[in-house]
């Protein structure tokens, strides 16, 4: 496909870029700050946790910088107060839908939705906590799924699937029962297509999926090696 | 007697230990004392919450059962897991490990003894409540207040420079521990020790003035015997980290030694009763009734041979001399116990921050789950620990069973409860002082209910007489 140049303006700022390219990819060239939580550079795009939403100027509706490709002439903000009141509003319903308690997650001081509360200076939660019933599987001999920490990204489900190429993880139920299952939802350590790679755990910005053989203070995942990873495939060296 | 002409005096909440309670005395119609309860209301849930956690999970989920002995719990606990593991620490590891389980044991008894007891000691345990806290303390003795808050700043610094962290550590894996200690931290812990064993001297030198000064009053405080449980080195040698069991009687007589902590259940059973949270545990062979036992630092010194370390070990001598080598029964000493246990800890400190290895870079062994059933012991500033888990084959916690030291003095604060009311409370006519006096019972086996609520002397505080019939008599009200 032709690339063909156009001109855009992003908070203010006019930015020379081509066609094909998410609002995303472009706002992270120009250093201009977007939060994500379902977005890792290298796998497709789903538009599923809506914190990168912006507004475009005669569009009536906030759009997924991820998913919304650029156009010339655009005119695009990233940062007003109404995109701040969404993220903080999506920030908060992540927190009071599952069952995070930080303290005690493997993920504390390493996790992606740690970070998004202080970028969005979540000091409380207005919503009521569901304290949803949810399982641990421990199945799996080097790796754990907790459910009460998982925030359906899909992350894993899509670095399984586009990058290890096992579809291990997919997607069950609607709504608040919606749920990350391996295979047909057996248990992770009887699934007969995870090749124990762990992909899904690096990718995972939580303390969801997690190795068994580290304790707190000691998780360090590194979902950019997932991305590197691809852009060395590219290659085909 | 008729039962219509009894009266109850509540004690609530109880002000400066760690938690929440209160106390109620039940009267006969001459205004005697027959009955007392400390009731701890509030309930914490881990042991059923932990169920379905992964069990590696558990050192760092029940450093939060405390907020001033969460290094004991997660010592417990990586014990407990260790043992479902089958792996031994490393040699670094556990030389920090065990630094660390000072460092909060000095912090705690710091705590104890200078924020929330010595008020009554400094300042009378008839003075005026606002004021008899540690904020009383410092507008009357800078100095000493001022070195009892870096003592406990002393402790909790030893666990923020191996870790990053003060209060509720991260890192300290089965196996042994995450992160080495650096030569620079090493050093800098170093320099703590001479002020830190200054303090407690001082410490040492009022206690020892007020047992001087008040005989009478520190050996009738509540002197009923009980037997004692700790925790002895191979040589029979005082032990918080790591050891065997001893269980003494009132004699001093050992009933048990070198019992294995992990045969626990053979020794201790627990009872519950309907109107308190806390749990009842006695030593088993003697029954509910004779086998009351007491942990702490008043039950490890009774059940030890010998201190480890010389400065603790002449303190020790002096102590034994109270009740003639026998065990020392009198509540009012388990303040004595606990600053010879500080100071104890501070020598132990240095030798440890003098081993070569202590910065070894060596600090982890790591293995997978292999055993269904974990146990792990240590001593916690209060008292003997353990923790007991049992798994799933995929490490899946099934059940856990926490034995805390708070909870196996329960038997014995309510009769030292009852023991100090006897002594000081007659009639109707009550003196905020002589309810300090019952509460004082408790605060001497410094119990800590939940996670570090400090009340210190500001929290409401008040006593009703009421007859059966819930009718108040009167009221004796504390002001925030």
Known sequence: MSMTKLTLQIDGRSIETESGRTILEVCKENDITILTMCHLKGITDVGACRLCLVEIEGVSKLMSACTTKVADK????????????????????????????????????????????????????RYPYLFPQCEVDTSHPLYVLDHNRCI?????????????????????????????????????????????????????????????????????????????????????? | MDSTTKKQIVISPVTRIEGHAKITLQMDDRGQVTEARFHVNEFRGFEKFCEGRLYTEMPVISARICGICPVSHTISSVKACEMIQGVEPTYAGNLLRKLM???????????????????????????????????????????????????????????????????????????????????????????????????????????KKFHDENEAMVKSFSPTPTLYLGTVGSGGQHELYDGKLRFVDEDGIILQDHVDPKRYLEFIAERSVNWSYLKMPYYKPYGFEKGIYRVGPLARLNVASRMKTP????????????????????????HYARLIEALSGIEDAEIILNDKLITDKHVQHFARWNNHVGIGCSEAPRGTLFHHYVTENTGKIKKVNLLIATGQNNPAMNRSILDVAQQYIHG???????????????????????????????????????????RILKTIAREN
């Open chain 1, 152 to 237: 359906v990204c899909t992350r894993c489900v899509r670095v399984c699937a586009e990058v290890e190429g096992a579809y291990n993880w997919d997607v069950m139920n609607r709504g608040t029962n919606v749920r990350i299952i391996s295979d047909f939802n057996t248990p992770w350590g009887e699934s007969i297509t995870c090749s124990d790679c762990g992909k899904c755990v690096e990718a995972c910005p939580t303390g969801a999926l997690w190795p068994k053989a580290v304790v707190q203070g000691q998780l360090n995942k590194a979902p950019e090696f997932i991305s590197d990873l691809i852009e060395k495939r590219k290659m085909k060296l």
């Open chain 2, 311 to 334: 400065e603790a070990q002449a303190e020790f001598e002096q102590f034994k001399k109270i009740n003639n080598s026998k065990p020392v029964h009198g509540t009012f000493y388990f």
């Open chain 2, 428 to 470: 109707d006519q009550i003196e905020e002082g002589m309810l300090n006096r019952v509460e004082s019972a408790i605060r001497c086996y410094d119990p800590c209910l939940s996670c570090s609520t400090h009340a210190t002397g500001a929290m409401p505080f008040m006593v009703e007489l009421v007859d059966s019939e819930g």
């Open chain 2, 101 to 207: 389980h000072i460092g909060q044991n000095i912090s705690s008894h710091a705590l104890a003894f200078f924020h929330l007891s010595s008020p009554d000691f400094l300042l009378g345990y008839d003075s005026d409540p606002a004021r008899r806290n540690i904020l009383g303390l410092a507008e009357k003795y800078r100095d000493l207040a001022i070195r009892g808050i870096r003592l406990r700043k002393f402790g909790q610094e030893i666990s923020e420079r191996i870790t990053g962290k003060k209060i509720h550590a991260m890192g300290i894996a089965p196996g042994g521990i995450a992160f080495p200690l650096t030569e620079e931290n090493r050093k800098a812990l170093l320099n703590w020790i001479p002020e830190a064993k200054e303090t407690i001297h001082i410490g040492i030198n009022v206690i």
């Open chain 1, 74 to 125: 655009m005119i695009i903000r990233t940062s007003t107060e109404k995109i701040k009141r969404y993220q903080r509003i999506t920030t908060e319903l992540f927190a009071a839908e599952r069952n995070h308690v930080c303290s005690v997650c493997i993920a504390n001081g390493h996790c992606e939705l740690q970070k998004l509360a202080y970028d969005v200076k979540m000091d409380h939660i």
